[in-house]
């Protein structure tokens, strides 16, 4: 197992003990472990030397592949050149620059950053900005927050109250008081639908439900996943984020954007919101920001709501208490600048776009298998559901997780969905791999 980059191997171990895994059978892993020792374009290799197609860019980030030197030389020339300075008071040209280059892609008037160093952070953010902007405006009983059943918004504490996931609370009784959650958009009755389903708009109308039960002027904001990625590809119905847009409009309610999957050209646009041309108030992003190659985070604004918070405080006072200390590190923001660079020049939301016709159809091969319960895809973004295993949810999709892997694909599950978005610079062999690998591994269960 000493298969640590060459400068590491001094610390190789033959123990996997100590290391607590996140969202990980740890018991089951340690009997048969999955370790990642090298990766390349759309590529993993084991420890075994197998080579496994990266199928979900890992957990949806790598979307330019990895091992992007361009990425790597960046972060070592600014950690050899400033590897930190604080951010509270002070900063470095390559936060700026970043947020002006973010601006730039960003749908106007989104012209405001504020970065995080991951997609739970960028919630938490997010929800504070909402706090800070009502209060600027002198509407503290702003104070209910709507979501959506099936979200999926991080694990912080803000975010967990957000989420409609029921393993990720049910352990978790203390989250956030005064969040709703409106009905999820998937629908049993329209199994294999490829893009967005024509039915369901009028779900939407939840919110506006919440607006007649709660008063419209006690709810601060409304937070969705413009694509629910975590639990499968759940594709907004035609018109359904028009009516949150109206609704939000109509009540003076922030509508927030999670697009730390949907965002960086997963749906083939820069953002959903450019795919659906709906403008919310405040995106969250993180992710494919830095190609998953140093954590980061970011919450861009409308230039308003910006305006109105720092506006209403005292000259010269701190307008927003709230920051951490590695928001805006510059070892992120040299990997957000290599990647932003990587994407423009790559042309790969293009790519994206050009691939996702192919990538969909190489899916819906997979509907004659009995065990294929639905499938849903948008852009480079699919789902491959299967029925459960009778009286145990969710442990078919843990079950395939692990026999994909030892077949030679990466794909995450999460319950009995497989979660399919390769990297956006595959080759149709290689999408052609990934379903072959569904193909073989689903027929043998
Ligand atoms: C939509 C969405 N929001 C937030 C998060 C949380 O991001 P992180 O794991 O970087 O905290 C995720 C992670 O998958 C996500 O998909």
Redesign the pocket.
């Known amino acids: 197992m000493n298969m640590l980059a060459p400068p590491l191997q001094k610390f190789a171990t033959n123990s996997l003990e100590q290391q607590w895994m996140p969202f990980t059978s740890n018991r089951e892993f340690k009997t048969e472990p999955r370790l990642v020792v090298k990766s390349e374009g759309a590529y993993l290799w084991d420890h075994k030397g197998n080579r496994i197609v990266d199928g979900s860019s890992s957990?949806?980030n790598v979307a330019a592949g990895h091992g992007r030197k361009e990425i790597a030389d960046a972060v070592f020339a600014q950690m050899t050149h400033n590897d930190y300075s604080s951010p509270f008071g002070s900063g470095h040209p390559g936060a700026f620059a970043l947020a002006a280059k973010l601006a730039g892609i960003l749908p106007d008037p989104i012209n405001h950053v504020f970065f995080t160093n991951?997609?739970?952070?960028?919630?938490d953010t997010a929800l504070k900005i909402a706090m800070a902007y009502h209060r600027a405006r002198g509407e503290s009983q702003r104070v209910r927050f709507v979501s959506r059943e099936r979200a999926?918004?991080?694990?912080n504490i803000g975010?967990v109250s957000l989420s409609g996931m029921v393993k990720n609370r049910e352990t978790f009784p203390v989250t956030m008081p005064n969040c709703v959650m409106m009905r999820h958009t998937w629908d049993p009755d329209t199994l294999f639908t490829r893009g967005q389903p024509e039915a369901g708009a009028e779900l939407a109308n939840d919110l506006q439900r919440f607006c007649e039960m709660y008063g419209g002027s006690t709810i601060a904001a409304c937070f969705v996943?413009p694509v629910a990625?975590?639990t499968g590809t759940l594709v907004p119905p035609v018109g359904y984020l028009e009516r949150l847009r109206e609704i939000c409009d109509q009540h003076g309610i922030l509508l927030v954007f999670?697009e730390?999957?949907t965002g960086f050209g997963r749906l083939g646009t820069p953002f959903a919101a450019d795919a659906f041309g709906v403008t919310p108030d405040i995106m969250?992003m993180?992710?494919a920001l830095t190609n998953g190659a140093i954590?980061m985070?970011a919450v861009a604004v409308k230039d308003e709501i910006y305006e109105t918070v720092t506006n209403a405080a005292p000259e010269n006072a701190i307008e927003f208490f709230h920051g951490y200390t590695y928001s805006g590190h510059p070892a992120a923001c040299a990997a957000g600048l290599a990647t932003l660079d990587i994407y423009e020049r790559e042309g790969l939301f293009e790519r994206a776009a050009g691939m996702s016709d192919y990538f969909l159809d190489a899916l819906w091969s997979l509907k004659d298998l009995d065990i294929v319960r639905d499938l849903r895809g948008y852009g480079m973004m699919g789902a491959v559901e299967v029925h459960p295993e009778p009286g145990k949810p969710g442990m078919r999709g843990l079950e395939l997780q692990k026999r994909m892997f030892f077949s030679g694909c990466h794909i995450k599950w999460t319950g009995d969905v497989g979660i399919v978005a390769p990297p956006f610079i595959v080759e149709k062999s290689d999408i052609d791999l990934i379903v072959d690998v569904f193909r073989k591994t689903l027929s043998a269960m």
């Open positions: 957990l949806f991951s997609g739970s952070e960028s919630i999926y918004h991080g694990v975010g996943e990625g975590s999670d730390v999957i969250t993180a992710k954590p985070g």
